[in-house]
């Protein structure tokens, strides 16, 4: 397969701080990145996407950062909740006629009220 | 407007027996896409249909196969079942067949307990 999920890397937050999700991306003609929340049991749930020819996105409470030249994608939660806890993963898609997601391996985060 | 559906949510299966995992898209998505999710391998691509076609595979034996019917409803197939292919299997949809900035959607999976 192509993507490798072997260690869920952690990050744990106090209630009421920001946090930021970090992750790369493999292929440089990505051209189109989504971030997804996945809590215990059920599917990933769309938060945002950016496009390739943008570097910011802002969306509630969240916002997409994209670096382009080292192909690096990061993700802030403003006032982290204990909802907020999951599973976030970033995914990127390859452009084209394609609607294919290759996903990162994901980063847990750990609310503590 | 109803999410991505899909059936059946939970189901055991034997050693050697195949398996039919069902996915109804969002209405009026016409592309519909799969994956494995595994604690090992992360969420891997299986294979994305758009307008009864298959577009794309991702690196599964052949053991793995689906379709997509004409109303966008999609199936796959997972024949001769190994215990590694216990797995959440998830479904996800979007309107055009293209990463045009259109969202894709997943469903809440089928987990699949292969014994």
């Known amino acids: 397969g192509e993507s490798v999920g072997l260690h869920l890397p952690t990050l744990s937050v106090q209630e009421g701080d920001n946090s930021i999700i970090n992750c790369a991306y493999s292929?440089?003609?990505?051209?189109?990145f989504i971030w997804y929340k996945q809590e215990s049991g059920k599917g990933p749930q769309f938060i945002i996407d950016?496009?390739?020819?943008?570097d910011k996105r802002q969306g509630q409470r969240v916002t997409v950062l994209l670096n382009k030249t080292v192909k690096h994608l990061s993700l802030q939660i403003a006032a982290t909740q204990p909802g907020d806890s999951a599973v976030y993963f970033c995914?990127?898609?390859?452009?084209?006629?394609?609607?294919?997601?290759?996903f990162g391996t994901g980063t847990l985060l750990a609310v503590q009220p | 407007k109803a999410g991505v559906t899909q059936t059946p949510r939970y189901l055991i299966k034997t050693r050697g027996q195949q398996v039919t995992l069902s996915c109804s898209p969002i209405s009026g998505h016409r592309s519909v896409s799969w994956y494995q999710q595994t604690p090992g391998q992360g969420l891997q691509f299986l294979f994305e249909?758009?307008?009864?076609?298959?577009?794309n595979k991702g690196n599964f034996p052949g053991r793995f196969s689906g379709r997509q019917f004409s109303n966008s409803r999609s199936e796959m197939n997972v024949s001769t079942l190994e215990l590694g292919d216990s797995a959440l299997y998830l479904c996800a949809s979007s309107l055009v067949g293209t990463s045009s900035g259109n969202t894709i959607y997943f469903g809440e999976g089928s987990w699949l307990t292969v014994v």
């Open positions: 995914a990127e898609n390859y452009g084209g006629a394609t609607n294919k997601l290759i």
């Open positions: 950016i496009r390739s020819n943008m």
């Open positions: 292929n440089s003609a990505s051209d189109y």
């Open positions: 249909y758009f307008s009864e076609t298959q577009r």
